[in-house]
């Protein structure tokens, strides 16, 4: 009886007229531009209450699976389809910390939108004209940043199972290469590629398929997935061949940033191959010019022999621009010091820094109590005035008693700890927080 009234309802006259597109769209408006209905963020700012909004969308989806029972194609096709406009254009950086609750999420409403729109085009009732109207309307969405900025919902693969069901393969590969050029200058035209190319395989066109990566090789994430394949089908030299293309165009800076990913694919290649002197070679150069140095400085010193090591390292650290900075107190060079037990260069290198220097002292100091335990007290000594004179508050003074032991542990260092904590007694004795932090020492 409830369910005959309430279909009773929903197919009146009155509310055979509901736009539910309006309804969707006003549910957002309304609740950003009411101070009411919106809440203080972490950003002590006002943003949109999405927790109102989507137990609000709830109720709307509910319909629309409802409607699709009853056979009503246009109000479900109406929800569905502004619930994906309406996401897409009201999406807001707030929900990438939101969506990580699992009570609800953008893309669960994508994705519950979505599975409607692909129920309602394999229904019977449902016309070619609406089926059409939809994928229109969808290559619209899909042209809405957010869904490809947020990856929160594949709105092109939604278009691409439309398509094959309405359409024949030709139409929607057609579809595929009027998006392939839109979209020419995204930095995600490589899914776009996939898509056409296993669509190509799944109609045995395989040369066509060839065709296409060949067209599209300049992309990084293309060219990765033709050498893997070569590596899997143990074609080396034409792995290594494309590897080769792909570090002369990051030289050219067509796609600066790719020439590690290269050289470190070409160097899995020589291991497995055991091809020792190119193994040497492009751990080098990966040394030279990338990021992880201290893998690659541990593998050359497995493969190089000990009698030609330390001239070998030497020439490679000289060719070897490294940072003037400690990154959170660390440091490959300076690591590289520690492990070939290098005090002079170490201390010279601590010596040198201007940035972070009491972090860098806290991680590399202790290596050198026995040789320089007097030269880094005056260099602790002098840093820690000068970061007590420029930092005031609680955190700052809690680091300062985070140092203090560190200096502890060189020689001399117990007096060098009673000096400093006595002349900031008499220095910063109107700082209570200070005296309070530095009362056990």
Known sequence: ALLKRFIFKESSSTSKGKDYRTEIQKLFNSSGDSK??????????????????????????????????LGDMDSTIAIALQTLRSIGENYEDELLYIDEDDDFGTSLYCEHAGGLLMKVVGHSKTTQKQKTDILQELRQIAEISTYRNYGIYDIDELMMQINLSIQSTEKALELIDGLLEARKDTYDLYQLVLRKVNLLLEQNEEQKANETIRQYLYLTEIREMEVEKLIVRCQ?????????????????????????????????????????????????????????KLTYYNKLKTLILKEQWKSFLDAMMKETEFTNYFSFGESAEADIYVKEQDNERLFTLLSSTRYDQLDALMRYAHYLKDTHSEQLIAMYTSSLNDYAERKMGRRNYEFIAQVLPCIHKLKGGQTAVKNIVAEFRIKYKRRPAMMEVLKDF
């Open 236 to 292: 080396y030299d034409e792995a290594i061949r494309l590897l080769d293309e792909g570090i002369e165009m990051a030289k050219e800076e067509t796609y600066p940033g790719t020439d590690s990913k290269w050289l470190e694919i070409k160097l899995k290649i020589y291991e497995m191959t055991n091809r020792t002197s190119e193994v040497i070679d492009t751990c080098r150069l990966l040394f030279v010019t990338g990021r992880d």
């Open 36 to 69: 009411k209905s919106r809440y203080q963020n972490r950003y002590n700012d006002y943003s949109r209450d999405w927790e109102t909004v989507f137990n609000r969308m709830d109720v709307f989806l509910k319909k629309a699976d409802f409607f699709l029972s």
